[in-house]
């Protein structure tokens, strides 16, 4: 389940020191989050919230999940 909700980060173009720390920052926030949904320790709708708290375009994150499981059949 982990690999079918997992977020990454795309840089397109230089970005500063202090955004990549920044952007980091936020993966580890929604990397933690994924952890606590599969553990059961928060609701999928939580999850959703800290997701968009970092900047997750939440329409987009859903469709990609979807593509990812419509490719495990």
Known sequence: MQRLLSTQIVIV???S????????DKL???ELALQRFIA???SFADYLDIMELCDIDIDDY???V?????TLG
């Open 66 to 70: 979807e593509r990812n499981i419509s």
């Open 17 to 24: 020191n202090e955004e990549a720390r920044h952007l980091e």
């Open 40 to 42: 059961n320790q928060i």
């Open 28 to 30: 580890q926030v929604s």
């Open 13 to 15: 173009g230089k970005i």
């Open 62 to 64: 859903l469709i990609n």
